[in-house]
């Protein structure tokens, strides 16, 4: 099993800075098969990267991904009070498909 | 637009079972894999099944493999989940979730909103 580590658990910050998030995989994961989701309290996950680096539909270009192999990494350029969240990364190069622990970012 | 609504969530003693539903509109539901995803209370998310497009194969994380079926009705646009002999440690918030691939569609582009699964004596 493919083990998705991510840091660091919580991120506080304000709105407008900048968040770096890291996600790193025990083993490789290419480019092609790691995604990020973001997910609001009570609320389903909603994807928001995918390919590493791939913004899904309707994402703002605030948020930028990139990596490949095992160590990947997602920028949100200037925090919007809506990007407060939880983020999440998966990997589905190799079943079981595996979530990273998730990192928080919250207001400061 | 697409929609997955989940239903058949509640409470259930260890032991007993649930069947979860996820009826699915506003896009092919045959031609796409589904998957459940599961996410314990304050916890992060947790893949539980997937089920390729066609329903002809079905892959289980192994602390279900046994003890869940995943299985659809292309007929019916519609995801279910079999949970037998459910422990404490299965209470949970379970999502089913839209695939963008046929076969596997590991990644997941819609989510429906979740269902609640409380198992407790």
């Known amino acids: 099993e493919i083990v998705l580590t991510q840091s660091p658990g919580t991120l506080s910050l304000s709105p407008g800075e900048r968040a770096t998030l890291s996600c790193r995989a025990s083993q490789s994961v290419g480019s092609d098969y790691l995604a990020w989701y973001q997910q609001k309290p009570g609320q389903a996950p909603r994807l928001l990267i995918y390919g590493a680096s791939s913004r899904a539909t309707g994402i703002p270009d605030r948020f930028s991904g990139s990596g490949s192999g095992t160590d990947f990494t997602v920028t949100i350029s200037r925090l919007e009070p809506e990007d407060f969240a939880v983020y999440y990364c998966?990997?589905?190069?190799?079943?079981?498909?595996?979530f990273g622990q998730g990192t928080k970012v919250e207001i400061k | 637009e697409v929609q997955l609504l989940e239903s058949g969530g509640g409470s259930v003693q260890p032991g007993g079972s649930l069947r979860l539903s996820c009826a699915a509109s506003?896009?092919?539901?045959?031609?796409?894999?589904m998957t459940w995803v599961r996410q314990a209370p304050g916890q992060g998310l947790e893949w539980v099944s997937l089920?390729?497009?066609?329903?002809?194969?079905?892959y289980y994380a192994d602390f279900v493999k046994g003890r869940f079926t995943i299985s659809r009705d292309n007929s019916r646009d519609t995801l279910y989940l079999q949970m037998n002999n459910l422990s404490a440690e299965d209470t949970a918030v379970y999502y089913c979730?839209?695939?963008?691939?046929?076969?596997?569609?590991?990644?997941?582009?819609?989510w429906g909103q979740g269902t609640l699964v409380t198992v407790s004596s």
């Open positions: 506003g896009f092919t539901f045959s031609s796409y894999a």
């Open positions: 089920i390729s497009h066609s329903g002809e194969n079905t």
């Open positions: 979730a839209k695939g963008t691939g046929g076969n596997y569609g590991g990644r997941f582009d819609y």
């Open positions: 998966q990997q589905h190069v190799d079943l079981p498909w595996t």
